[in-house]
């Protein structure tokens, strides 16, 4: 299974960006889709997801500005992000798993959202 994002790039505090993520497998097959991001140095943090029944859920710092969306004709995840602040810079990343725990999950290849004050 292969992610392939885009939508990345530099934007201003206050601006709109929006992420996807084309899976190359039909996202019915997924129980949960998801994006998290990677601040340098850190970890990987969790940012939104949504469930295979279009449930969504969002990390305490996006919620209200963000949203999660899927297009299943497509096969592609969104991220668009509003009221963006410089804190939101990182890079952002999709993944799709079989499993509601996000196990073995399959992993876009990052892309950059980089917002200035």
């Known amino acids: 299974v292969q992610l392939v994002q885009s939508g990345g790039g530099l934007v201003q505090a206050g601006g709109s960006l929006r992420l996807s993520c084309q899976v190359s497998?039909?996202?019915?097959?997924?129980?949960?889709m998801a994006w998290y991001r990677q601040f340098p140095g850190n970890q990987r943090g969790f940012v939104a997801d949504?469930?295979?029944?279009?449930?969504?859920k969002y990390g305490d710092s996006v919620k209200g500005r963000f949203t999660i969306s899927k297009d299943t004709d497509q096969n592609t995840v969104f991220l668009q992000m509003n009221s963006l602040k410089p804190e939101d810079t990182a890079v952002y990343y999709c993944?799709?798993?079989?499993?509601?725990?996000?196990?073995?999950?399959?992993w876009g290849q990052g892309t950059q959202v980089t917002v200035s004050s």
């Open positions: 949504i469930t295979k029944d279009g449930t969504t």
């Open positions: 497998r039909s996202i019915s097959s997924f129980a949960v």
């Open positions: 993944t799709v798993s079989v499993w509601s725990d996000m196990a073995e999950g399959y």
